[in-house]
Structures are given as C-alpha cells and as structure tokens.
C-alpha cells in the first residue's frame, strides 16, 4: 500500500478516472472489483491556426471535465463523498502556460501534434542533432515534446518569458492544469505533475527524476515555472467544486496508465494498444534503458517513495489506417469488419505483402523516404490474400519493435496483452501471436487507460492494498498462443523484410524530425491522447 488517507474506510468503494485525451473527455466510476460503474464523455474543439499547428483551449477542457465528472457521478448514482480517490490520465505533451493569479491561460494549449517548433528543435540539435539530450531525457528532439512549446511559447507571446522568469507564470502538461484547478486553482491549487508526464516534457533527468538544470538552460526555461514532479499514485491535494473532499490521487500519461491498467508490472511484460496505428511498450524494470533502435524510454509509473520503472515504447504509424485505406481507397471491402472473414477465407498470404509506410516509416527504421509497397504479386494472388496481407503487416511490424527493444535492453517479451480496436479481430491476434511467438493476451476491461488511472489512486488512498491485489482483479478475455512452426515464423519474416527494403528511396525529405511526433499521433488518436 502507498499511503492512505482513510478514504477506504468510509461507506464509498469506487474510484473515479478523469481521461482528458486529445479529442475528449472522459469520466469512468470504477467499483473495488475494478468493474465499470459509470462512464461519461464530452468532445472538445480541435483549433488550428495555421498548418502544422493544433491548439485546445485549456479553460474548454476544464469546463468539459468538470461536466464529465458530474455527469458520471450521476449515472452513476453517486456522491462525491462517496468516492474514495479520483486519477487523472492525460494526453502527453500539450503544453499549457498560466496566470497564476487569475488561473486563465495566456494562450490555447499547444498540442502534442503541433509542428511549429520543428526549426526551434533543429536549432537546438546543432551539431548534435536529435541526440543532444537523449543521454539526460531518453527522447529525441521532436517537435511534439514539451520543452520546445514552452520555449516557444515565452519567446512569442509579448512579455511572457519575464513574466514567467518572475514566477508569475506556471507551466504544465494537461494533468498539472487539470490537478491545479481541481485541488483549488488560484486559492491553493497544487502545482504538480508526476513522473510519467515529466519524463515527456525533455527537461526531465531520467536518472535523477528532477529537472535538468542543464537542458533547462540549453531551451531557456525558467525553473519558476515549472510544476513539482511526484510519483504516480500519492495524495497530490483535495479536489474542491463537483469532486469537493475526494483526494486527487494519481496521474499517469495515457500510454503508461494503460501499461498500469493491462498489469504490466513485471520485467519483460508489454501492452500494445491498436488503433489507427499501434503503441507498444515493455516493462524494464528499475533503470533506464537508453535506446539504439529508434525507441523511446520513459518512466513507466512509480508509486510513492518507490523505485521507478521505466519502458521503451516505440509507436507503428499506420496499422488500422491500412484497414481503412483497404476499405475507403481500394474500396475492396465495405465495412472493416469485412476484412477478416476476407481474409480467412484463404490459408496464407498467397506470397503478397503490404508495408504500409505511406509517411514513411519510423520505429525502428526511421526512413522518411520509404513509402507504401505491395510486392510478391503473382496471378495467384487474389483479393483475399490481400486482405491477410492487410493484417499480417500490423503483426510484422510490431514484431520488428519487438525485436528493436529486445535489443536494446535483452529483454525478451513473455506474453502481449493487447487492447484497441483492432483486437476484436481473432485472425489478426492469432497471427500476432505466431509472429512473436509469445501469447497474446486481451483483457475483460478494455478502458485500459482509465482503469490504469484508477488502480493507481485506489492504492495511493488504500482502496487496493498491493500490485498483486490488482493482478488478482485483471481478468483475461481471451488469449491466442503460437501456432506457426518457428523455421515457418523465420521464412516469412524474412520475406517481410525484404518487402520492407522495397520501400525505401521512394520520397526525398530533408526533415525526420517531426516524424516521431507523427508516429504518436496516429496511436493517440484511437487511445485518446
């Protein structure tokens, strides 16, 4: 157990979740079984000045997630007081600056998918490039992290950066903005973020888990600004307005919450969530694994006083969207549930595959020349082995990230528990688990994020006593095994990455440096954030 506050000895045995994503958001009231209770959800608006630029408005996402919350409590017959804890889980990387006194935003949000800062990223690379900072913070430079909008932001919003050099500014990712104004705003409010979303920023240490004084005077940043990094799962303050009396008790990025929500508490233990592209990350335990392969590493969740552990992540551009460019472009199918009993109508691929690399292709390649190539074809091939190829290419491509992070870290994966979209269908799961050759693995609670949210604040407030108490509530909806013979697996992946090779040197690009923004927008649009 974390620490509690009590909260678990009172009448109330729910916890809530707040999933503030990129295009809405959302409240789910979960029960001590970790059950779904109540969930509700509001869109807000997308803004986008310019191209390459997406904005939200901040004050929007406030009044949105305060109507959520009362509208889950509702459905959900319940009062505040009967909550024993509430956890946010968050879009990573939108950037929000405020007025602490007035506790308005002086400007929109400035969304992880945002480009504006892509010449900024490049003139702080220098000679060093992308690389400059990854020993301290893991990451690249991208134009989708933190740091750069910040910086961004104070040197074009007029008076800005003395403002914040003076401390009357504060800085945060969306889960600091949301805990602010919960726990009381300008009476009060506390200025934190936890370590999940600091280590997004690139101005954490991922050793020290602190700001890096040196990349903080590298972007010109004032340390005034910036929120107090805790763990995932404390008591960060007591939520006034529609929550009133409810401690705020954990945040976790949404990728990591659902690492928390899947269980994947154990080295060498993965989620990979499938939508419009797919992002997988795998547990590694108590130390940083810096990255060779095109990945990313992250803090994965800490509790409390606890050691961290951290993950590589590594994102696929285009998993699901090839579904969608199979149905809406080819017009071969109609609706996407179409595609599976297509392509099960046939025992193999036929020799055909697919690389989708339409913007071309990143984790673990990072080849902003490759584009999209159907090879193998002979008269043989029909439709149907198509459609299989479709599919096949989501399994290949994560096991190419499968095997960019065990190189990086000699981790071998045990199993995939899995979640998104795409996982309703069973051709493509078993499929996936002939390629890795490990389970495949899909829980009962498919809100992975939010339930993430919520284990997180119920053991932080004693409503879960323990990582094993929370193992013991995940159930498993289905799980595929591995069929396929493995000098089988070798063959073909092989042939997958021959195809692969044929996509390169299609499209000249003088700039990757946006692409590992790109990577995570196409599995944050499906996961919400």
Same mark, same amino acid.
């Given at each position: 157990?974390?620490?509690?506050t ?5 009448a109330g045995?729910y916890?809530?979740?707040i999933?503030?994503?990129t295009?809405s958001?959302r409240c789910?009231v979960?029960?001590?079984d970790g059950?779904i ?5 509001r869109?807000h608006?997308?803004i986008f000045? %310019?191209?390459?630029w997406?904005e939200h408005d901040? #004050?929007e996402i406030? $009044? ?6 009362a509208? /889950?409590? /509702? %459905? ?6 009967e909550l024993?804890?509430v956890g ?6 939108t950037?929000?600056l405020w007025?602490? !006194?007035?506790?308005k935003p002086?400007h929109?949000?400035?969304v992880w998918?945002?480009?504006r800062?892509s010449?900024?990223?490049r ?5 060093d ?6 020993a301290a ?5 991208a $134009?989708y992290?933190?740091g ?5 932001l104070l040197d ?10 003076l ?7 969306v889960?600091s903005?949301l ?7 300008t009476d009060g409010?506390a200025?934190?973020?936890?370590? !999940? ?10 050793e !020290?888990?602190?700001?890096?004084a040196? @990349?903080l ?9 910036l929120p107090?990094?805790r $763990?995932s799962?404390?008591?960060y303050g007591?939520?006034v307005g ?5 401690p @705020? ?11 928390? *929500?899947q269980?994947?508490?154990g080295?060498?233990?993965? %989620?990979?969530? &499938? ?8 547990? #590694?335990?108590? =130390?940083?694994?810096?990255s060779?392969?095109g990945?990313l590493?992250t ?5 409390g006083?606890?050691?961290?552990v951290?993950?590589?992540?590594? $994102? ?8 969608q460019?199979?149905?809406d472009?080819l017009?071969?199918?109609r609706?996407?549930?179409e595609?599976e ?7 193999d691929?036929g020799g055909?595959y697919?690389?989708?690399?339409f913007?071309g292709l990143?984790a673990?390649?990072w ?6 190539v159907v090879t193998?074809?002979t008269r &043989?091939?029909?439709?149907?082995h198509?459609?299989?190829a ?19 870290s000699?981790? =071998?994966? !045990?199993?995939l528990k899995?979640d998104? *979209?795409?996982?309703v269908?069973?051709?493509?799961m ?19 994020t939010?339930l993430g949210?919520a284990y ?18 995940w159930?498993?909806d289905t799980?595929? #095994?591995?069929?396929?013979a493995?000098?089988? =697996?070798? =063959?073909?992946?092989?042939n ?12 000249e690009?003088d700039?990757m ?9 196409t599995?944050?649009?499906?996961s919400?954030g």
């Open positions: 157990m974390i620490g509690t009590g909260a678990a000895d009172k045995t916890t809530a979740a999933d503030q994503g295009t958001s789910i979960f029960n001590q059950a209770v109540a969930v509700d959800q869109e608006r997308q000045p %310019k191209p390459g997406v901040a #004050t406030w $009044s949105k997630v305060q109507a959520v919350v509208g /889950a409590l /509702a %459905k959900a017959g319940l009062r505040a007081d024993s804890a946010i889980t968050n879009q990573r990387e950037t929000v007025d602490r !006194t007035t506790g002086v929109n949000a400035v998918q945002d480009t800062t010449a900024l990223c003139e702080l690379g220098g000679a490039g992308q690389d400059r900072f990854r913070t893991g990451l690249p430079l $134009s992290f933190s750069p909008k910040a910086a961004w074009n919003v007029p008076g800005l950066r003395r403002r914040a050099e401390g009357e500014i504060a800085f945060g990712t889960d903005w805990i602010w104004n919960l726990t009381g705003g409010g200025h934190v973020t936890d370590v !999940t979303n600091a280590s997004r920023t690139m101005l954490m240490n991922l !020290t888990l602190q700001w890096d040196s @990349v005077a590298a972007m010109n940043l004032p340390e005034a600004m107090e990094i $763990s799962a404390e008591v007591t939520a529609p929550l009133a009396g409810v @705020v008790a954990s945040a976790l990025g949404d990728q990591q919450a659902a690492v928390f *929500g269980t994947c508490f080295v060498g233990e993965a %989620k990979n969530t &499938y939508g419009t592209g797919s992002f997988l990350l795998l547990n #590694t335990g108590e =130390r940083p694994v810096a060779k392969s990945l590493t803090v994965g969740y800490r509790l006083g606890d050691a961290a951290y993950c590589l992540e590594g $994102s696929i551009a285009i998993t699901g969207a090839l579904v460019w199979f149905r472009q017009g071969i199918i609706s996407a549930d595609i009993p297509l392509a099960a109508s046939v025992a691929n055909a697919i690389v989708p690399a913007s990143y673990p390649y080849r902003s020349d490759a584009r999209g193998g074809l &043989y091939v029909t439709k149907a198509l459609a299989r479709v599919l096949e290419a989501t399994s290949w491509q994560t096991r190419e990230v499968v095997d960019a992070m065990y190189q990086d000699g981790v =071998r994966l !045990t199993s899995v998104g *979209g795409m996982t269908n069973n051709l493509l078993q499929h996936q688990a002939d390629v890795l050759g490990v389970p495949v693995i899909r829980p009962v609670i498919a809100e992975t939010c949210a997180a604040a119920g053991l932080a407030t004693g409503v879960w006593q323990d990582l094993d108490e929370l193992r013991a509530h159930r498993r799980e595929w #095994t591995p069929r396929m493995a000098d089988e =697996r070798e =063959r073909e992946y092989g997958w990455r021959k195809a692969v090779e044929r996509s390169f040197g299609w499209h690009e700039d440096g946006a692409a590992a923004g790109h990577e995570e927008s599995a944050h649009e499906e919400g």
